[in-house]
């Protein structure tokens, strides 16, 4: 990506094996100030050098993404982000108890954090994350700096999942996405704030409310608002409008309308399928897990279709449920 951004200078984007090959020349890209698609256990990530202000604008350039909404700083391990930031007793819990995994921890800049200021969005918080992917971890440890990553897709899109869905958003704004097969969780990671003595929860995410607050040993505060009215900057990736599919989103179906896909949840609707435009089950088992895994993926197919509703069957609000619940009910916002 050129730093201003013109995606028309740009070769048809490079897909490429995850192999030594692979990474030897993500690693190069990252290197040079460069952009790199690569998987992780959520979602693919769209990353860049977070020390270089420029490669970070390239970033924001390349998703058409507001320039104040912070990233997340990747790192290999907590060693390297208690170099970025400073962990409290709570943070420190997390991390040991989920990390390499699908949590974000927001913490206090620390005194040597090397994150740009335009990664942090010119707070002073730095959002760090630990993935638990074998090729994300590769990367990592490989370019030796942390890498700033937000969901590989186009702003406002559904998140990408596997390689082509990189492909679809991005050919010609991004340099190459390694491909790491399909993400094992498919929502994004869980948004821990530590930056006082109340954690609190800025996004459900791939790591359950209840898990945390086991850790913790007593529940988790919501994001609230800020007296000062900084609630927008607290946690801005929590627009209503977002991951948006083409199509209107119906939720909590339990009827058909004319024109309508269906996505389903258990089975639920299964009755309606003979009468529906598009059929698909996020895990016909009821498996909260199998249908996080599939909804990004689930929600690209069924738009493809071209139908102008995709009804969705309820979704219980338990574990990754209430992850999943908040990806639905922005996808179902005006916009
Ligand atoms: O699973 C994930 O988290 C994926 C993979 C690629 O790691 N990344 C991801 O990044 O979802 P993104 O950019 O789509 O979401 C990052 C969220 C945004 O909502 C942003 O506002 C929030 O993190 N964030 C980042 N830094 C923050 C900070 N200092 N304070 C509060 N929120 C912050
Ligand atoms: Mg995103």
Not at 153 to 181: K, Y
Not at 294 to 300: A, V
Request: hydrophobic fraction near 45%.
């Amino acid at each position: 990506m050129d730093p201003l951004g013109q995606p028309e200078t740009k070769p048809v984007l490079n897909k490429l094996r995850a192999d030594a090959d692979g990474l030897a020349a993500a690693r190069r890209l990252l290197t040079e100030g460069r952009l790199v698609a690569f998987p992780t256990e959520t979602v693919y990530g769209l990353g860049a050098d977070a020390t270089d202000g420029r490669a970070v604008a390239a970033i924001y350039a390349a998703k058409g993404r507001p320039a104040f909404n912070p990233l997340i700083a990747h790192v290999a391990d907590l060693t390297a982000a208690q170099r970025q930031g400073v962990f409290s007793a709570d943070a420190l819990a997390l991390a040991q108890a989920f990390w390499p995994g699908p949590l974000t921890l927001v913490v206090p800049v620390g005194p040597a954090c090397t994150v740009s200021e335009l990664a942090r969005a010119g707070l002073s918080s730095v959002a760090l994350r630990v993935p638990d992917h074998p090729v994300a971890l590769a990367l990592l440890s490989a370019f030796g700096k942390p890498v700033a990553a937000p969901s590989a897709n186009r702003s406002g899109r559904v998140s990408p999942t596997c390689a082509q869905h990189v492909v679809e958003d991005l050919n010609g704004r991004i340099d190459m996405v390694l491909d790491g097969g399909a993400t094992r969780v498919g929502v994004e990671s869980t948004i821990v704030a530590a930056l006082d003595g109340t954690p609190r929860l800025l996004r459900p995410g791939g790591i359950s409310r209840a898990a945390l607050e086991a850790v913790l040993g007593r529940p988790l505060a919501d994001a609230e608002p800020e007296t000062d009215g900084s609630q927008a900057r607290l946690a801005p990736g929590r627009l209503a409008s977002h991951y948006a599919p083409a199509a209107r989103v119906r939720l909590g179906a339990a009827d058909l309308r004319p024109d309508e896909a269906i996505l389903d949840f258990g089975e639920q609707l299964v009755n309606l399928r003979p009468q529906a435009k598009a059929y698909l089950d996020l895990s016909a088992a009821g498996d909260l897990a199998e249908a996080a895994a599939n909804l990004f993926g689930h929600l690209r197919r069924l738009d493809a279709s071209g139908v102008a509703t995709i009804a969705i069957a309820p979704i219980p609000n338990a574990g990754l449920g209430e992850a999943i619940n908040d990806r639905l009910s922005r996808a179902a916002a005006p916009r």
